[in-house]
Every structure is written in C-alpha cells, then in structure tokens.
C-alpha cells in the first residue's frame, strides 16, 4: 500500500474569498472546483508528509499548515502587502530554515519557509 497523495482541507463559510487568498499569496492554482470545494495545487511534486508537532520552535504555537517556498522573502512580501495577521515575523533559524508565520482569513496559521 502506498500513500498517493495528503490534501489539507480548511473549512470555510466564503471558498471563492479563501481561494483569492491562496492564489494571490502562494501563485496556487484551482485544478477542481465543484463550488462548494475547491483544490488548490502547484506545477511541483512533493513528497506526501504530515508533521507531528508538541510546539511550532522558537517559542511559537504548532502551525496548521507548513508550506515550503523557493523564495520565502518574496512570500513575505506578498503577505505584508496583503495585510496579512503576522503571528511570527520571519527569522531564520537555527535549524536551518528562514520562515514566518500568518494567519489565513479562517484563522489557521501558516508556516511559510524556505530552507537555508
């Protein structure tokens, strides 16, 4: 047996508002949409992962969500533009990864990061 695929859903009372978000931040694209739930997805490949977590590191809660990036300072540029809800400011840290953390319009915190 072998794992395919993970999808993070997020649930939402507005899909087309949660979906802007995502397009215009991360460049995602719809790959499905029934209207009431639609797939966002990148031209990449990635391995399937799900992360265990007792704290998110350097003090800060565990992330609904990690997205890693080619470039997080471009991200970051993007979200403060947006007017996103900062709840990490970027950092690098010293386990080898530059990332900051915002929270979606649901709420959800993301951990966007690229490695060092």
Wanted: aromatic residues 6%; proline residues 3%; contains cysteine.
């Amino acid at each position: 047996m072998t794992v395919l695929r993970i999808v993070a859903n997020i649930a939402t009372d507005d899909v087309s508002k949660l979906r802007k978000f995502y397009t215009e931040l991360l460049g995602l694209k719809a790959v499905m949409d029934h209207g009431w739930f639609v797939t966002l997805a990148s031209d990449e490949t990635s391995m399937a992962q799900i992360g265990l977590a007792s704290e998110g590191g350097s003090g800060t809660p565990v992330p609904d969500l990690s997205i890693e990036v080619d470039d997080v300072d471009e991200i970051y540029r993007r979200a403060r533009k947006m007017g996103c809800r900062m709840v990490h400011e970027i950092t690098d840290e010293p386990w080898g990864v530059r990332r900051f953390f915002i929270a979606d319009p649901t709420g959800k915190i993301l951990n966007v990061l690229s490695h060092l």
